[in-house]
Structures are given as structure tokens and as C-alpha cells.
């Protein structure tokens, strides 16, 4: 008995049918999956300009790990302007800026970008420029680098005496220092940015401003100069650390985004 297969064309249109759509199968089924990651790598360049047109501070693609901060105000001081306030979460930040006579607080900086520092301060040359302490050159990191910087080492506080001075003293880029503020001093991140800090011995963790230099070497104690950030009394205070002086924390650059 023979039997045939209902089919137009037969067999072999059959079979040559099923080669052809198999593999253009597979293509629409890859393009389909590629559309969704060049989608996703849009969405992703897009949020990245809308936060540099934003904040002015650039959020590289993939540097993300945590939530994104939200910042109520402006907080960079525009030409002209001397104050301003404004919060991240619940931590306020009161900057000022403070008259050029004003010495500085880290009066052992010799040079930023090669000029004198209150020139280089006046002309604002100060957020990621290299400067000299005691003779040895220091080079901070540009701003795309700190988006992905943390870090885990001591940290200290500093500006107590400034409490007992009249007058008033005068950070690393030209802010008024605030001893009760919540304001750090770092070696090599760009000049403001904010960082969390958190206390490993207690857990306590808080956000603030980098706007100053150190904490480096000093005459009596060498090994001061390896510690990885000099916060305010205040921010001290926030951390529970004032009385003994250091503590073990992690510092990592926050991300923000205007409300």
C-alpha cells in the first residue's frame, strides 16, 4: 500500500521550509533579547545625563551599588553667593563661604594647583588639583574615579582648637570650617562631594561633606597620616567616637539626585 503526504510542494519544500525559519527563528529571538539590553543600556545612559543636568555631579554607567540620595536644594555655591542650606535625607548642611583673610585649618598646605592657596582658592582651582603639604605632592582623583570609591580604615576628628580661636578658619577649598557641622577632611576625593560614613564598632552611620584636606602626617605622630578620613567634632559626635579619639569606619561616595 502507498501513501503520500498531503502537503504542496512535498517533502522536500517541507524540510527546506523548517531549515529556513529555524534559523531566522533563532535571529528574531537573539534581536529580541539585544533590543532589551540596548534598551536597558539607554535607560541607564539617560538616567546617568538626567543626573549630571541635574546635580552636576556625574553618575557613571554601572557605578550605582546602592540607593541614590536625595538632595532638597542646591548645594554648591554659585558665583556670588556666600550661604546656602540644604538636606540629604535627614542630615542638614549649612555651607558658607568664608572671607579670604581667614586662615586656613590645615595651615601646612603649601600649594594647590601650583599657585598659592588662597589664589588658587580665589580662582577656583581647587576641586581636583594637586597640592603640596610639607613637601610632598599630593593628586586627588577626578570626580569620574570617586564615583566608585569606598574605603575601610581608621578615621579621626579634627578642628577642636579652632573653638578656642577667634575669628574664623577656612577649609581647603574656601568654606567656612564649622567644628559643629557635619564636614570631613580627605586626601584624595574631589572637593565637595559627600560620603557615607559608617561606625563598624557601633554601626552608627551618617552622610557629609568632604570640603577640606587630610588628615596627613603630623610632627608628633607619623602614623596619623595613614588614616583614611578627619571628620568635624560634629560629625564625630553623630558617630560616637569623640572621646576615644578614632574609630574603624567605611567611607563610600554617595550618589545624588535633586528632589
Known sequence: MT??????????????????????????????????????????VLKGTFSVAKTGYRVVKKTVKGTIWVVSGAYELTKG??????????????????????????????????????????????????????????????????????????????????????????????????????????KYLPLPIHVQVTNLENGKSIVVRVNDRGPFPSDHNPDSGKRIIDLSRGAAEQLGFVDQGTARVHVEVIQLEEA
Open 3 to 44: 501513501f503520500h503526504l498531503l502537503v504542496a510542494g512535498g517533502v522536500d519544500h517541507v524540510l527546506r521550509r523548517t531549515r529556513l525559519a529555524l534559523p531566522l527563528l533563532l535571529v528574531s529571538t537573539l534581536l529580541s533579547n539585544a533590543s532589551c539590553s540596548v534598551i536597558d543600556g539607554a535607560f541607564s
Open 81 to 186: 553667593a556666600t550661604r546656602l542650606v540644604y538636606h540629604i535625607g535627614k542630615f542638614t548642611f549649612e555651607v558658607v563661604q568664608a572671607p579670604l583673610e581667614y586662615p586656613l585649618i590645615r595651615d601646612d598646605i603649601q600649594t594647590i594647583d601650583g599657585l598659592p592657596v588662597k589664589e588658587a582658592i580665589r580662582l577656583g582651582r581647587v576641586k581636583a588639583a594637586p597640592y603640596i603639604v610639607k613637601g610632598q605632592r599630593y593628586v586627588p582623583m577626578n570626580m569620574a574615579n570617586a564615583q566608585t570609591y569606598e574605603e575601610t580604615g581608621l578615621a579621626s576628628w579634627y578642628g577642636e582648637e579652632t573653638r578656642r580661636l577667634p575669628g574664623g578658619h577656612m577649609t581647603a577649598n574656601g568654606e567656612l570650617f564649622n567644628p559643629t557641622g557635619l564636614t570631613a577632611a580627605h
